[in-house]
């Protein structure tokens, strides 16, 4: 069996033994018995996953706040500021391991905004919501503001 199959094959059966074993190469320089193309594969998606956990966290801190702002249901208010402020929480500490997810914020809003809008929607059919975030979409005031206590623009 060749080292490329022994080290596909350690990526197929044990990715966590996989990953180890590609480390330790790495630090002893021994490039030339990498598995490359696994190795790239895995680089690529650590990127895809930071790019998916900002418009999740989007998604869900978006969708409370529509609720919180949008349907009046006194009761589950304290609930849905709970998840406000964890996935605000969540997204800074995002933002403070992956600072140049700060360049994907506009993207990714967009696209958390048609989801979250969607899912509200769908969840409360007799609210209305607006087509478009009627608030400040930056960074600072999705992660400050009580929106919730402003006055009312959409």
Known sequence: MTQM???NDLYEQDILLWSEDTVA???ARDFDH???EHLIEEVEALGISQKKELVS???????HLLKRLYVP??????????????????????????PSLENRWEIGFDKAWH???????????????????????????MLNC?????????
């Open 25 to 27: 190469k790495l630090k």
């Open 57 to 63: 966290r989007l998604i869900v801190l978006l969708e």
């Open 73 to 98: 249901l006194v009761n589950d208010y304290p609930g849905w500021e709970r998840t406000i402020r964890t996935q605000r929480a969540e997204l800074e500490v995002l933002l403070d391991v992956v």
């Open 146 to 154: 009580d929106f919730w206590l402003e006055p009312s623009r959409g």
């Open 115 to 141: 989801i979250a809008l969607k899912n509200v929607r769908k969840e409360y059919p007799q609210h209305s919501f607006p087509d478009q975030w009627p608030r400040e979409r930056s960074i600072a005031p």
């Open 5 to 7: 199959q022994n080290l």
């Open 34 to 36: 990498l598995d490359l």
